[in-house]
């Protein structure tokens, strides 16, 4: 498969990391286990897609999945990517909310990835891809729900699709008892983020973490990436994805289309293969941050 050029005439670099967690702590999650089957074996699949194309992957399952794990992992590669390179970034496992307490989120919910020892929130995140330099590709697959974005409607089952599995949804009951017993910490969490970024109420950074193909407010959070971003989210704001015994399955639908390399096409091609494959109470999402043009027209996983 063709390379592209780094900026300084040799070959690009490329970094992965690979998150995968079939539970989480319970003295995290207020004695929630969050167990899950399939989510170590969609860290370990996408795994061996990026070594199959020449990156170099971390992959972070169950109790190595913690909060700082991922975010020295992050800013390790952060530090070591310039213009050209390429970072591949999943996470398969629950998603949750916490209240927003900094009022950049109109839903007044900020989304999260279900860490094995506490959530990373939608901010960090948002704040740990702006770091990355001007020209560095990242793409981020996420394996999971984030509901109430944009409506605040609960994940639904549509007429005529009936979808068996686990959600990878945190109960509302279990978002509501985590905050509260941990509330200083993720209170404190959104604010120093928010000082750090300096962007308390200039932007929304849930388009990240969530489901939004379009939003008005993408234009001004675009402003704040240097790095371009595609992201392919696993369902959309008001649905759930869902858990398996091999794979996810949106993961699972990942690995059919690129049928173990032989896909041919760009990254929206890629997207809409993977949504025609599953049904219409799980829709992935495609969306992008920064300069992405030529970024989208490659083939996925192209170093």
């Given at each position: 498969?063709?390379?592209?050029?780094?900026?300084?005439?040799?070959?690009?670099?490329?970094?992965?990391?690979?998150?995968?967690?079939?539970?989480?702590?319970?003295?995290?999650?207020?004695?929630?286990?969050?167990?899950?089957?399939?989510?170590?074996?969609?860290?370990?699949?996408?795994?061996?897609?990026?070594?199959?194309?020449?990156?170099?992957?971390t992959v972070l399952l169950t109790k190595q999945g913690t909060?700082?794990?991922?975010?020295?992992?992050?800013?390790?590669?952060?530090?070591?990517?310039?213009?050209?390179?390429?970072?591949?970034?999943?996470?398969?496992?629950?998603?949750?909310?916490?209240?927003?307490?900094?009022?950049?989120?109109?839903?007044?919910?900020?989304?999260?990835?279900?860490?094995?020892?506490?959530?990373?929130?939608?901010?960090?995140?948002?704040?740990?891809?702006?770091?990355?330099?001007?020209?560095?590709?990242?793409?981020?697959?996420?394996?999971?729900?984030?509901?109430?974005?944009?409506?605040?409607?609960?994940?639904?089952?549509?007429?005529?699709?009936?979808?068996?599995?686990?959600?990878?949804?945190?109960?509302?009951?279990?978002?509501?008892?985590?905050?509260?017993?941990?509330?200083?910490?993720?209170?404190?969490?959104?604010?120093?983020?928010?000082?750090?970024?300096?962007?308390?109420?200039?932007?929304?950074?849930?388009?990240?973490?969530?489901?939004?193909?379009?939003?008005?407010?993408?234009?001004?959070?675009?402003?704040?990436?240097?790095?371009?971003?595609?992201?392919?989210?696993?369902?959309?704001?008001?649905?759930?994805?869902?858990?398996?015994?091999?794979?996810?399955?949106?993961?699972?639908?990942?690995?059919?289309?690129?049928?173990?390399?032989?896909?041919?096409?760009?990254?929206?091609?890629?997207?809409?293969?993977?949504?025609?494959?599953?049904?219409?109470?799980?829709?992935?999402?495609?969306?992008?941050?920064?300069?992405?043009?030529?970024?989208?027209?490659?083939?996925?996983?192209?170093?």
């Amino acid at each position: 498969m063709a390379k592209t050029t780094a900026s300084s005439g040799g070959k690009s670099k490329a970094l992965s990391l690979h998150i995968g967690l079939n539970a989480v702590s319970p003295a995290a999650y207020g004695g929630w286990s969050g167990d899950l089957a399939a989510c170590e074996f969609d860290a370990k699949d996408m795994a061996a897609i990026a070594k199959s194309q020449g990156m170099k992957p971390t992959v972070l399952l169950t109790k190595q999945g913690t909060r700082a794990n991922m975010l020295a992992a992050l800013r390790k590669a952060a530090k070591q990517l310039k213009k050209g390179d390429f970072l591949f970034l999943t996470y398969s496992g629950h998603g949750g909310q916490v209240p927003d307490v900094t009022g950049d989120e109109t839903d007044k919910q900020d989304e999260t990835w279900c860490l094995f020892d506490g959530q990373l929130i939608d901010d960090e995140l948002y704040f740990e891809l702006s770091r990355f330099g001007a020209g560095v590709r990242i793409l981020v697959l996420s394996d999971s729900c984030h509901s109430g974005t944009v409506t605040r409607a609960r994940p639904r089952t549509p007429a005529g699709a009936a979808p068996s599995g686990r959600s990878k949804m945190m109960p509302p009951a279990v978002a509501i008892r985590t905050y509260r017993e941990h509330q200083q910490f993720y209170d404190r969490l959104q604010r120093e983020v928010a000082k750090a970024a300096g962007k308390a109420s200039s932007a929304d950074p849930d388009t990240v973490l969530a489901q939004l193909a379009v939003s008005p407010r993408l234009t001004a959070i675009a402003k704040k990436f240097k790095a371009s971003v595609v992201l392919i989210s696993g369902c959309q704001d008001n649905q759930t994805s869902l858990d398996g015994e091999q794979n996810g399955a949106f993961t699972e639908q990942v690995l059919n289309v690129w049928n173990h390399g032989k896909y041919r096409g760009n990254y929206a091609a890629f997207h809409a293969q993977v949504r025609a494959g599953l049904p219409s109470s799980q829709s992935p999402n495609l969306f992008t941050l920064g300069a992405v043009a030529r970024f989208l027209k490659q083939q996925p996983f192209t170093v």
